[in-house]
T-cell receptor
Framework: AQKVTQAQTEISVVEKEDVTLDCVYE???????LFWYKQPPSGELVFLIR??????QNEISGRYSWNFQKSTSSFNFTITASQVVDSAVYFC?????????????FGAGTRLAVHP | EAGVAQSPRYKIIEKRQSVAFWCNPI?????LYWYQQILGQGPKLLIQ????????DSQLPKDRFSAERLKGVDSTLKIQPAKLEDSAVYLC??????????????FGPGTRLLVL
């Protein structure tokens, strides 16, 4: 069965530190998509990135970068020079095929606290 | 472009009472999802609609939960009667099309329900 594991429940860092959030997934599908969402205290899940299973090129967007390694079934997220505004819960999700339609399977999330 | 709208943002009720949540998806999005997010967990899919038809309600507790999407736009989720374990955040999301694995789901701010 498809599954997403975010082993880090909570991470606490001081501003300007780099931090990596881990995500490990399980799937029998050969084609799938992985996502990262950010959930600030306001509650809304904010889409950050989508990655397909055939593209293992790392991606960088400003202070954010993502490392996708199919060999280890991991899709890790790094924030460089963290800021207080990065404090949130971050979710990794896997898109799976079910009954002809796709749906997202979420990990339990990692709570990131960035202190000034 | 307006995002996914939800109301109310907060609701406190006593057990055995009924409650309803409303969601308005992003304009033009054919698919709509309701998720339940219990504190400390990732969102869990309750039901998904394609236009005004249900495509997956396998995880919806149908003895007490119901949902509809009349006219393929707005949706309501109802709980009757509520139990203590229904205390959670109820998130609504929408995407352009359900069938594509790559489809990104966009989330609303959620409704925080507390059942006393």
């Amino acid at each position: 069965a498809q599954k997403v594991t975010q082993a880090q429940t909570e991470i606490s860092v001081v501003e300007k530190e780099d931090v990596t959030l881990d995500c490990v997934y399980e799937t029998r599908d050969t084609t799938y998509y992985l996502f990262w969402y950010k959930q600030p205290p306001s509650g809304e899940l904010v889409f950050l990135i989508r990655r397909n299973s055939f593209d293992e090129q790392n991606e960088i967007s400003g202070r954010y970068s993502w490392n996708f390694q199919k060999s280890t079934s991991s899709f890790n997220f790094t924030i460089t020079a963290s800021q207080v505004v990065d404090s949130a819960v971050y979710f990794c999700a896997l898109s799976e095929r079910s009954g002809g339609y796709n749906k997202l399977i979420f990990g339990a999330g990692t709570r990131l606290a960035v202190h000034p | 472009e307006a995002g996914v709208a939800q109301s109310p943002r907060y609701k406190i009720i006593e057990k055995r009472q009924s409650v309803a949540f409303w969601c308005n998806p992003i304009s033009g999005h054919a698919t709509l999802y309701w998720y339940q997010q219990i504190l400390g967990q990732g969102p869990k899919l309750l039901i998904q609609f394609q236009n005004n038809g249900v495509v997956d309600d396998s995880q919806l507790p149908k003895d007490r939960f119901s949902a509809e999407r009349l006219k393929g736009v707005d949706s309501t989720l109802k709980i009757q009667p509520a139990k203590l374990e229904d205390s959670a955040v109820y998130l609504c999301a929408s995407s352009l099309d359900l069938k594509g694995l790559r489809e990104t789901q966009y989330f609303g701010p959620g409704t925080r329900l507390l059942v006393l």
